[in-house]
């Protein structure tokens, strides 16, 4: 069983939509984490914050905006979105940003864009 | 782009018998991870293994490092069903990113 608790778990939208996928853990981890992972393939990190501060933006497009509002809540704003966007969006936190931490995921949440 | 490169891709064996899967990495290293993703389903941290250490073990799973051939192996011992999953390889390095292999498919025959 994964702390961290995402929703929705499946999101279908529309192009034109305005939706969010939300995050949230209480296991008082410092840093937090979108993934993107498409059928078949490895998890891409997206960002990552620490200490509710964006650490890393991989250069994903402004049609996604992620939003830390406090040391437990992560969520990930989607606007504009392209049908190649859909996908299942992995939220994760570790009790500190370095990667000898244990980073724990959630289930996901599965987006299809149409 | 993908640091580790897992071997083989896809592996099928009977209930019982053991599952060996490598992972080779391109760059210096400060930890290996190898994660479980069970299908549809978020990952699961298995084990974590410095650049200092050379084997750990964690139950049925016990985990080797050889950083100057740049690999790490992952063995499940008397697999099970329930062990049929994608297993990940994630090399951390200096730049606090997580970086994941393309992983392999196990398929364990009950």
């Known amino acids: 069983d994964t702390e961290v608790t995402q929703t929705p778990k499946h999101l279908v939208m529309g192009m034109t939509n305005k939706k969010s996928l939300k995050c949230e853990q209480h296991m008082g981890h410092r840093a937090m984490y979108w993934y993107k992972q498409k059928a078949k393939k490895p998890p891409e990190l997206m960002f990552v914050?620490?200490?509710?501060?964006?650490?890393i933006n991989e250069s994903v497009p402004s049609r996604f905006s992620p939003e830390c509002p406090n040391s437990s809540l992560l969520n990930l704003h989607l606007h504009a979105l392209q049908p190649e966007d859909s996908a299942l969006y992995l939220c994760a936190s570790s009790q500190g940003r370095g990667t000898g931490n244990t980073i724990y995921f959630g289930e996901g949440s599965w987006l299809t864009v149409v | 782009s993908q640091q580790g490169e897992e071997d083989p891709q896809a592996l099928s064996i009977q209930e019982g018998e053991n599952a060996t899967m490598n992972c080779s990495y391109k760059?210096?290293?400060?930890?290996l991870q190898w994660y479980r993703q069970n299908s549809g389903r978020g990952l699961v941290h298995l084990i974590l293994?410095?650049?200092?250490?050379r084997e750990k073990h964690s139950g049925r799973l016990r985990v080797t490092l050889d950083t100057s051939k740049k690999s790490s192996s992952l063995l499940i011992t008397a697999s099970r069903a329930a062990d049929t999953a994608s297993y990940f390889c994630?090399?951390?390095?200096?730049?606090?990113?997580?970086?994941f292999g393309k992983g392999i498919t196990l398929s364990v025959r009950p």
């Open positions: 293994i410095r650049s200092n250490e």
């Open positions: 760059t210096s290293i400060n930890n």
């Open positions: 994630a090399t951390g390095g200096a730049n606090s990113k997580l970086t």
């Open positions: 914050y620490s200490y509710e501060k964006l650490s």
